[in-house]
């Protein structure tokens, strides 16, 4: 008999009850070794949720494993004097209490229709990104997963209605208390937001991790779309100089007050402005400045820049050309600070060179030809987003000949460049984009 729950039509916890025979090994615990033979047989034990495999000498067993005496460690348990007359059957009822959550979604989706639901955690909420199919069922999926993941308070499913000027993630509550105000701990730090408001992905944690052990001490970092703060506070932390923009004035805030809880406000300068208003501005005097101090006392540090919006980011490019054009004494002088390296994110899909394809959409933007040893780093994937789309990390080195708009170096007009490339209309760079 199946360890999975019957099939259910009108949802109710009732409606999982189930009786089931399985296998039981009855002993005298006061005859034998019992920590050996828990030993021996636990890879034969029927492990559900809320349920002891182990109760006053009987070993409750996996029916889907054990159907006899002999699938058992029979040696082992003749050795402590324990033979087939130990072992028997016993009908064992099942419940709502002992299944996993994704056992009892399948339960209630009719065949045909595939139950595979995928979820984060962000504090005590769940959001969830159902499906099209799965929408008529999700009350009774958001219930299944309040009561079945630890702490959970709420239950909310990405909805496809963008609807507002910061493009901010929309959703709907399903189950659960309508409270959004979230703390979570990434890499060590500590955040706090209001999640119906700013945009925040746990899937991404480890590549906020990867682009912070780049950074040393005294480095610099310009966080572009910095969010709430996930790559500027843990750069932060590490004394590295940060200057952390958004333009949604609800992740200015946050990010604000993430600054102050995590007290790194000495090394972190925060702005509320468009992202091209932030390159061309308070980028352009920061690097300015570094040229103008590390000629007068060198010291050594890297520059990087994040800018972590893969929707949008590479329509930002264009915003480095020429960012350093004054006059030929800068040229000379942006030689004495290390060349920054913008790790610039987005999109590609369908295709089955996502690297070279995150190239090309790159210096269509920028408006160079990338050359490794040259003026690109690196070409990473970050993540799957959906079938046929993958998120990109683009690791820019900006050159003199890109912050100067040397013309020489400028990419190419070969059609080739433009091959196999979706370019997205340009957009009004006062809008921002959801983070994935």
């Known amino acids: 008999m199946s360890l999975q729950p019957s099939k259910v039509t ?41 349920f002891r495999s182990i109760k006053d000498g009987t070993f409750y067993l996996n029916p889907e494993i054990v159907k006899e005496f002999s699938h058992l460690p029979v040696t082992e348990l003749k050795n402590e004097g324990i033979n087939e007359d130990s072992f028997s059957y016993q009908d064992l009822e099942l419940n709502y209490d002992n299944w996993r959550a994704d056992e009892l979604v399948k339960a209630i989706i009719p065949d045909g229709i595939e139950p595979a639901t995928s979820y984060s955690i962000i504090g005590h909420i ?115 100089n940060v200057l952390a923009n958004d333009l949604n004035p609800h992740s200015f805030k946050w990010l604000q007050h993430n600054v102050t809880k995590n007290k790194v406000g000495h090394y972190v300068k925060i702005f509320n402005r468009d992202g091209r208003d932030f390159i061309l ?48 004494k800068n040229i000379k002088s942006s030689k004495s600070i290390p060349t920054p390296i913008c790790h610039c994110y987005c999109f590609v899909k369908g295709t089955d060179d996502p690297k070279e394809m995150a190239k090309k959409l790159a210096e269509e933007h920028i408006g160079f030809e990338l050359k490794y040893g040259d003026n690109l780093k690196e070409i990473s994937f970050v993540r799957n987003v959906a079938p046929n789309k993958d998120m990109m990390r683009v690791d820019l080195l900006l050159t003199s000949d890109i912050l100067f708009n040397i013309i020489s170096n400028k990419r190419s007009n070969d059609s080739s460049y433009n091959d196999d490339i979706e370019i997205p209309a340009k957009k009004a760079c006062n809008f921002e984009k959801e983070k994935f």
């Not at 089931?20 to 006061?30: G, K, T, Y």
């Not at 925040?200 to 991790?209: A, G, I, K, Y």
């Not at 912070?212 to 843990?234: E, H, Q, T």
């Not at 000629?295 to 990087?304: A, G, K, L, M, R």
């Open 126 to 240: 769940i959001h969830l990104n159902l499906k099209d199919e799965l929408l008529p069922y999700k009350l009774d999926i958001a219930q299944i997963y309040l009561d079945k993941i630890p702490n959970c308070r709420t239950v909310v499913n990405k909805t496809q209605n963008i609807d507002n000027t910061f493009r901010n993630f929309q959703m709907e509550l399903l189950k659960g208390e309508p409270v959004y105000e979230v703390q979570v701990k990434e890499n060590g730090i500590n955040f706090e937001f209001d999640f119906s408001s700013v945009y925040w992905n746990p899937r991404l944690s480890t590549e906020h991790e990867r682009i912070v052990k780049m950074l040393r001490p005294n480095d610099f970092l310009y966080d572009v779309f910095a969010g709430i703060g996930p790559f500027s506070i843990p750069a932060a932390k590490k004394r590295v």
């Open 281 to 328: 501005n308070e980028v352009r005097e920061n690097l300015l400045e570094r040229i103008e101090k590390q000629e007068n006392d060198p010291v050594d540090y890297s520059i990087h820049i994040t800018m972590n919006l893969p929707a949008l980011a590479t329509e930002f490019l264009d915003a480095f050309v020429g960012l350093l054009k004054d006059n030929e």
């Open 10 to 50: 009108n949802f109710s916890r009732d409606a999982f009850k189930k009786i089931i025979s399985v296998p039981i090994l009855s002993v005298d615990v006061s005859k034998i070794n019992m920590s050996k033979i828990v030993k021996n047989m636990k890879p034969f034990l029927l492990k559900m949720q809320k």
